[in-house]
T-cell receptor
Framework: GENVEQHPSTLSVQEGDSAVIKCTYS??????FPWYKQELGKGPQLIID?????GEKKDQRIAVTLNKTAKHFSLHITETQPEDSAVYFC??????????FGTGTRLQVFP | DSGVTQTPKHLITATGQRVTLRCSPR?????VYWYQQSLDQGLQFLIQ???????AKGNILERFSAQQFPDLHSELNLSSLELGDSALYFC????????????FGQGTRLTVV
């Protein structure tokens, strides 16, 4: 079926450490993988995305990697800061044009 | 500001009632998505429209319906409301071409009492 699994559900790190969130998608035809950050009381905000013809993409302290063979993609945040604390969602587009989200990871960065 | 506008921001209504949530997409975006987010839950895909036509459907209840109008704004209608329908309802818009970025509105918080 059309499914995106996301791990871990919660993640606590010390300020300055790295955080990694992993997702797995079900449909090998998926070819677009965005990541969203949702702060309390707000709508999800797109922070980075990757397309299937690229293996890695970086934007300052965040990076995303994609392994099409394994159907895995990951978000890496380096030098974490307290303002990185939020819920992060991965997503994948399905051939049916649906944009399906993972279950979310609550990241807490402690000063 | 994502450019996607949702109204109202908050809605409190009684069980059995019907409500309409409205979404104005970003200027130029042809595609509108609706999602439901229950307390501390993920984003459940409900339905997608592209240029007025239904494009994809998720686990949307029969009590729920949506449409996209010629001016591209969209409405989500929820009827025979139950307590369990209390949730945040998000609208997102994108250019509509495959694999383009989707931007979310701030959501409508629906409380059914």
């Amino acid at each position: 079926g059309e499914n995106v699994e996301q791990h871990p559900s919660t993640l606590s790190v010390q300020e300055g450490d790295s955080a990694v969130i992993k997702c797995t998608y079900s449909d090998s035809a998926s070819n677009y993988f965005p990541w969203y950050k949702q702060e309390l009381g707000k709508g999800p905000q797109l922070i980075i995305d990757i397309r299937s013809n690229v293996g890695e993409k970086k934007d300052q302290r965040i990076a995303v990697t994609l392994n099409k063979t394994a159907k895995h993609f990951s978000l890496h945040i380096t030098e974490t800061q307290p303002e990185d604390s939020a819920v992060y969602f991965c997503a994948a587009t399905m051939p049916t044009d649906k944009l399906i989200f993972g279950t979310g990871t609550r990241l807490q960065v402690f000063p | 500001d994502s450019g996607v506008t949702q109204t109202p921001k908050h809605l409190i209504t009684a069980t059995g009632q019907r409500v309409t949530l409205r979404c104005s997409p970003r200027s130029g975006d042809l595609s509108v998505y609706w999602y439901q987010q229950s307390l501390d839950q993920g984003l459940q895909f409900l339905i997608q429209y592209y240029n007025g036509e239904e494009r994809a459907k998720g686990n949307i209840l029969e009590r729920f319906s949506a449409q996209q109008f010629p001016d591209l704004h969209s409405e989500l209608n929820l009827s025979s409301l139950e307590l369990g329908d209390s949730a945040l309802y998000f609208c997102a818009s994108s250019g509509g071409h495959k694999n383009t970025e989707a931007f979310f509105g701030q959501g409508t918080r629906l409380t059914v009492v």
